[in-house]
């Protein structure tokens, strides 16, 4: 059952994260109908800790797998920002996972195994 939590516990461990390097699943949902826009696998960039909006920023990369001679055939990276401004925290510890989530948006954060 997910643990409510704020969002100085969150970013405590988002930073603890990055400093070991953990790689995330991060999913997010949304409006009109909660399909997925994002699903990815993420390394953390940066947290930044702002009175009253805090921000996760993350780090993703993707490619084809491909990479015959020297460069797949599709490629792409790219930052994605979450802002916990308003946010509903929630937390579960077997797997652990983070739920971020404003009005119809939900993001959901798990720790991958390899992470630490």
Do not use: Y
């Not at 390394?43 to 993707?62: K, M, P």
């Not at 084809?64 to 797949?72: E, Q, V, W, Y």
């Amino acid at each position: 059952m997910p643990n409510d939590i704020d969002s100085a516990f969150i970013l405590d461990r988002m930073q603890a994260l990055k400093d070991a390097g953990a790689t995330i699943k991060l999913f997010v949902t949304g409006e009109p109908d909660g399909k997925a826009l994002f699903d990815l696998t993420v390394r953390i960039a940066n947290v930044q800790n702002l009175a009253g909006d805090s921000l996760l920023s993350f780090l993703w990369q993707t490619d084809t797998g491909d990479a015959l001679p020297s460069r797949a055939f599709a490629h792409s990276d790219g930052m994605l920002v979450i802002s916990l401004e308003g946010a509903t925290l929630t937390a579960d510890f077997e797997p652990e996972r983070f739920t971020i989530s404003r009005g119809a948006f939900r993001c959901v954060l798990t720790l991958r195994a390899t992470a630490i």
